[in-house]
């Protein structure tokens, strides 16, 4: 990915890119313990819905109860917890979709800044299907990996002028962490301290996009 600008990979090692930004959306704590919780409702064996289902499909050999058959067997919610996760990282039309979109790298020199990173990198538009819908990841210091659905949008990010896109970047970087904010150096302390974790995604997919300076 680091050797050019247009970012021309073979299926499978694309693939395994687009998978791993899925995964970064996906794969933080806050997420998979809700999402954790939510399955653990489920099979609560206080849901009717449960209790329902195992009494309509109990052998002879099962307990009468489902709360007999969860104190006689493993829990099936971490299991199913964590095969529901792979499924959402491995969604097959989200991963299509970021294969399809046009792949490029801006690449800076001599920045007053270098880029941040942190424990919530991705900037992305509300959604990745409509025309000028993107995804922006900080992968080094100095580069920023830009998936668009047309060359139009690749450009107008490129061509935002350099300081307002490492700003707004790095803003976002910051604002959108829970814990951790990374850079090279501690020059953008003062600059993560008073944006830390002020704002919160409603859902991992709802990530602040970027807009051009008026």
């Known amino acids: 990915m680091l050797s050019g600008d247009r970012v021309e990979w073979p299926n499978t090692p694309r693939s395994s890119w687009s998978r791993f930004i899925i995964s970064l959306m996906l794969r933080n704590p806050e997420f998979v313990s809700q999402h954790g919780a939510r399955v653990a409702a489920y ?113 107008l990010i490129r061509n935002m002028g350099e300081l307002e896109l490492i700003r707004q970047i790095n803003h976002r970087v910051a604002v959108q962490a829970r814990r951790f904010v990374y850079g090279i150096d501690d020059s953008q302390l003062r600059f993560v301290e008073n944006r830390l974790g002020k704002m919160e995604p409603l859902t991992p997919l709802e990530y602040p996009k970027l807009t051009a300076p008026s």
């Open 43 to 155: 099979f609560s064996p206080t849901s009717p819905e449960i209790n329902e289902r195992y009494l309509k499909y109990r052998t002879a050999d099962d307990p009468e109860t489902y709360e007999e058959f969860l104190a006689k067997n493993e829990h099936p919610a971490a299991r199913v917890s964590a095969r529901s996760l792979q499924a959402q990282i491995d969604h097959p039309e989200v991963g299509t979709h970021l294969n399809k979109m046009r792949w490029s790298l801006a690449t800076f020199t001599d920045m007053r800044h270098s880029f941040l990173t942190s424990d919530r990198p991705i900037i992305m538009s509300n959604g990745l299907m409509k025309k000028h819908d993107h995804l922006v990841i900080p992968i080094t210091p100095s580069k920023l990996f830009v998936a668009t659905n047309n060359e139009e949008t690749s450009a």
